[in-house]
């Protein structure tokens, strides 16, 4: 991390973080100080993609959650230089999270290129899995949208099968989405199609 990055962890995470676990039952209002709809956004990064929507989205909240150290440091950094008042981190594990969330509350869940684990005897540990899928729909207020991507092209279709047999969710599209204008194009993502990766996105709203 630059120094940059290192003071943001050091003096910013009070204002804006917490540790998954830290703080049950969950209490958005006590969290972001007012009563809105509710983002979370599973695996953040470097935080571009959460700053971007979260400045584009003022009326909606947004967690992100992420264990990468350097990336819950360039996000803190981010936020606050650009003043943004709708957007919190949580730092560890994304299902411990959203099993302390109460049931039919969240707005959207977001899951940007997760780690797609793409050996096959990784397969368990990945996030889109049928399990896992569960948990997410089931924090999903009605109508409210999961909303997936991704630049590896086999766990783009175990993710399709994986979300079309979640029988509380349905397709928004006819297989995968046209690529939402809302969502900016990330570092990542550029370099995945220099490589020839195309991107996949699903997005399926809970019944």
Not at 169 to 191: D, K, Q, S, W
Not at 193 to 203: E, T, V, Y
Request: hydrophobic content about 40%; glycine content about 6%; some cysteine.
């Amino acid at each position: 991390m630059g120094e940059r990055q290192t003071a943001a962890l050091q003096h910013l995470w009070p204002v804006y973080a917490l540790r998954v676990g830290d703080a049950t039952p969950f209490d958005p209002v006590a969290l972001f100080g007012r009563r809105a709809p509710l983002v979370v956004e599973i695996g953040s990064g470097m935080g571009d993609t959460t700053v971007e929507m979260a400045a584009a989205d003022p009326d909606r909240d947004y967690l992100a959650v992420e264990v990468h150290t350097p990336g819950i440091a360039n996000l803190l950094d981010l936020v606050h230089r650009r003043g943004l008042r709708n957007v919190r981190i949580a730092e560890g594990d994304a299902v411990e999270l959203m099993q302390t969330i109460p049931a039919d509350s969240l707005d959207a869940v977001h899951v940007f290129f997760p780690d797609p684990w793409p050996k096959s005897r990784h397969h368990k540990r990945r996030l889109i899995q049928p399990r896992h899928v569960a948990l997410l729909r089931s924090r999903l207020a009605l109508g409210g949208i999961l909303h997936c991507a991704t630049d590896w092209a086999e766990y783009a279709e175990a993710m399709r099968t994986t979300l079309d047999a979640d029988p509380g969710l349905v397709n928004l599209h006819e297989g995968y989405a046209p690529r939402p204008a809302h969502r900016p194009v990330t570092r990542f993502e550029r370099r995945a199609l220099r490589a020839g990766r195309p991107i996949a996105d699903l997005i399926y709203r809970r019944r």
